[in-house]
């Protein structure tokens, strides 16, 4: 399966739930793939993030702004802030991915799809919660 892939379609899913402010639903899923065929590991991998991300949206959004110095969510750019909600996801609630791998992933999607700057700071902030998280469980 290439979870690269599935974590850009995570992102792009997310983005367009944040801003249409809709959550994601059955028949915006089944358009979504009708125009962006995948694999169905890919797939479900995206879909597994996305629900599991808006499922814990509160949470998330919570520990990214508690980490992002000066820095509220809706400020940041949406692409910013849903490849840091899909991320915080993975490292705070999927723990089959070494943390470092799921920001490695996060920092070369922002490449693709944000700014230049978006790498660094995405990173700043994912290091910061899976440094929190950490703490946490020792």
């Known amino acids: 399966?290439?979870?690269?892939?599935?974590r850009?379609?995570?992102?792009?899913?997310?983005?367009?739930?944040d801003l249409t402010g809709a959550a994601p639903r059955r028949e915006m899923l089944d358009s979504f793939w009708a125009d962006n065929p995948a694999p169905d590991d890919v797939k479900a991998f995206a879909e597994e993030l996305v629900f599991g991300?808006?499922?814990?949206?509160e949470?998330?959004?919570s520990l990214?702004?508690?980490?992002?110095?000066?820095?509220?969510?809706?400020?940041?750019?949406?692409v910013d802030r849903n490849i840091l909600r899909s991320a915080t996801y993975?490292?705070?609630?999927?723990?089959?991915?070494?943390?470092?791998v799921t920001m490695n992933e996060a920092i070369e999607i922002a490449k693709k799809f944000s700014t230049r700057?978006?790498?660094?700071?995405?990173?700043g902030v994912l290091d910061r919660i899976a440094k929190r998280l950490k703490k946490k469980m020792h």
């Open 1 to 6: 399966m290439k979870r690269r892939k599935a």
């Open 8 to 17: 850009e379609y995570a992102l792009q899913i997310l983005y367009q739930c």
């Open 53 to 57: 991300t808006m499922e814990n949206i």
């Open 59 to 61: 949470r998330i959004d």
């Open 64 to 78: 990214i702004e508690s980490v992002a110095e000066n820095w509220e969510l809706d400020r940041m750019a949406a």
């Open 90 to 100: 993975e490292l705070a609630f999927k723990g089959d991915v070494p943390a470092a």
């Open 117 to 123: 700057e978006s790498s660094s700071f995405i990173n």
